[in-house]
């Protein structure tokens, strides 16, 4: 069972997959906050998440850039 749970940071599939991407928000948080200091995000954007993970970063982008398109693309459909 711990492995199975372990697999899912590859590639988050089903219920322990959903639990997954809660933690990669969580544990992921202190390191998106330093990498969202460096960036400059202009209102009316076009915005490209790729490997979004858990998709904590993606609705950040959205609330920080108004206006702004912002389209993510992980290999996971959770």
Excluded: R
Aim: net charge neutral.
């Amino acid at each position: 069972m711990l492995n199975k749970f372990f697999q899912n940071t590859q590639k988050p599939q089903g219920k322990l997959g959903k639990l997954m991407l809660t933690f990669m928000n969580s544990g992921h948080a202190n390191l998106a906050t330093w990498g969202f200091s460096y960036l400059n995000l202009p209102a009316n954007s076009h915005i490209l998440d790729v490997g979004c993970g858990g998709g904590a970063n993606i609705a950040k982008m959205l609330k920080d850039s108004p206006g702004s398109i912002v389209d993510g693309l992980d290999h996971s459909e959770e």
